[in-house]
């Protein structure tokens, strides 16, 4: 067996540290710095919903799976399990929110954003409905349950509807930001977040302005631009680089619609080369949308890192992840060859 | 507005009059119109802006005012000039109906048309919104009903009955349903290509009380109208108004060619006339 396989082996039994973190995520639920974004989804809402009689939390028999029961335990009389019934709870929520309610509706990216894309788009988006479609589980983090759970078309399906405000969870700190801005925010929004697994990006809550991107880091030789799980892996990444004298600006790029050009067009100027990385088939996502404002600006490199236009293998998540180098390795081993191509 | 259960039977005939009528005008300008599906809804949507719904035109925002759904959203073009006549907006503004940058197009949009408790088109979705808003006035305490009209083609989508179901779940007392069982959908008649009968009984089943009259006799409207409960929290109420599609042209009644139609010159003139005489009553086409 060679070393690689040895190591494949290693994560399929689940036994790399990432996968052990993970089988141990439920000890670590609830403080402050676990970095786990679907599993402070309830909590959070809760505390905000004690001064705001606005919000209102409804999920679709997965109420334990996203943590809405942590908002069910403090606030029952404002929450609505719906049941197996994802069609209905969007476009109820629409109607609770014709009557001034804020309401979050959360269940798997997969039955949210796939299964009631025209429920978002003509119940939600287009009469300009305060609903907050919250996808869980988003992109492949499903992992084994195959691509039925997967979601790696919901930002390419939602960012082409008007009016529908597209963002992605960073970490569990960034989610917090992200609930609180979203209260007040006009128009209907999607909230993409993954399994409530993802590594810690923000120490703190950070400053955000939905629709306006986070630099981490800065550099010249390179730009990665990422969103939600892959922000984690682009900072690595860039660490990784800098010890071989390469300098990577890294951009957290949550919002996806609107998106920001200002930061994109910087990038492009301020820097010798792009690349866009997510947890998302390379068509149509973060990767396109750059490649959209890359167009009307002066050529610069530019490559998008995703996962290709085909449904994925089945497998535990932290060897999809790998699989598919969407994990630090991977992203660098990605940055590395694209860098080599534009020399 | 005031207490309007006292407004006369000629009154609600009136208007009902005045909803196909309106159709057939606004058709002409558009040059393609849903008259038969508004003409089987004109007694019901009467009877409820006229003389049922607690609304007050001057102040649309009112959040006790009770909510209208038009889950059939192609009946919209019957629902604008009732909206009009009520006050909600100035009448002239129709004459833009579905032209370039109209704000009234053959399905409601409710960022655009003052009054309109949302939007409408995609069959299926309507009776979702009312849970949510009897969901909404019952967390707020707030004692509004919400109407939902449907159409009998339409139920065939099946989130109307994952609303149907969570609305008996949720015990939504404060939730009607107003079903147009006009019997015609676009290909056919409802029992030939999706049946829904007893279509009374399958509400039911799902924890509604049911009523069924004559959706073109305002007596048995009001009288349904009237048996509804003022409770928030209890069964869901449906009331299944059998009805004629096309009622009121001749022509139209119970015909599978106007759906959608234009009527022109002096097919037009005589619509009209014909619906001035008022309703004749209904002799269904001998079975061939």
Known sequence: MSTEMQNEAEIFRGTTEGETRFRNAKSVRGTPKAGMPAFVLGEELAEMAHSDPRIIVATADLASANRTNDFKAVHPDRFFDFGIAEKNMITAAAGMASCGMVPYVATFASFSAILGAEQIRTDCAYPRQKVR???????????????SHHALEDLGMLRCMADLTVICATDANHLRAILRKSVDHPGAMYIRLGRGRDPEVYAEVPELEIGRAIRLREGKDLTIIATGSQVRAALDTAETLAADGIETRVVDMHTISPLDRAEIEAAATETAAILTVEEHNVTGGLGTAVAEVLVDLPRVPFKRHGVPDRYVEVGPPAALYAHYKLDAPGVTAVAREFLETTR | M?????????????????????????TKIAGAGHYSSTFSCAEILSALYYSQMRIEPAKPDWDNRDRFVMSKGHAAIG???????????????????????????????????????????????????????????????RDFRTYVMLGDGEISEGQIWEAVISAGHFKLGNLVILLDRNGLCIDGHTEEIMSIEPVHERFASFGWDVQRV???????????FANLPREATGRPQAIVFDTIKGRGVKRMEMSLDWHVGNLVGEDYDDVMAELEAGLQPYEPEPAE
């Open chain 1, 133 to 147: 479609i919250v996808g869980t589980h988003s992109g492949m983090s499903m992992g084994f349950y195959g691509t």
């Open chain 2, 2 to 26: 005031s207490d309007r259960s006292n407004v006369s039977r000629a009154v609600l005939e009136d208007r009902a009059k005045f909803i196909r009528t309106e159709t057939v005008r606004l």
């Open chain 2, 79 to 141: 629902l604008y000039p009732v909206l009009a006549d009520l006050g909600y907006f100035d009448p002239e503004e129709l004459e833009t109906y579905t032209r370039l940058g109209s704000k009234y197009g053959d399905h409601p949009d409710m960022k655009k048309v003052r009054g309109l408790d949302f939007s409408s088109g995609s069959l299926g979705h309507g009776l979702s919104v009312g849970v949510g808003m009897a969901l909404a006035g019952r967390a707020t305490g």
């Open chain 2, 214 to 224: 004559d959706g073109h006799d305002f007596d048995a409207i009001q009288g349904a």
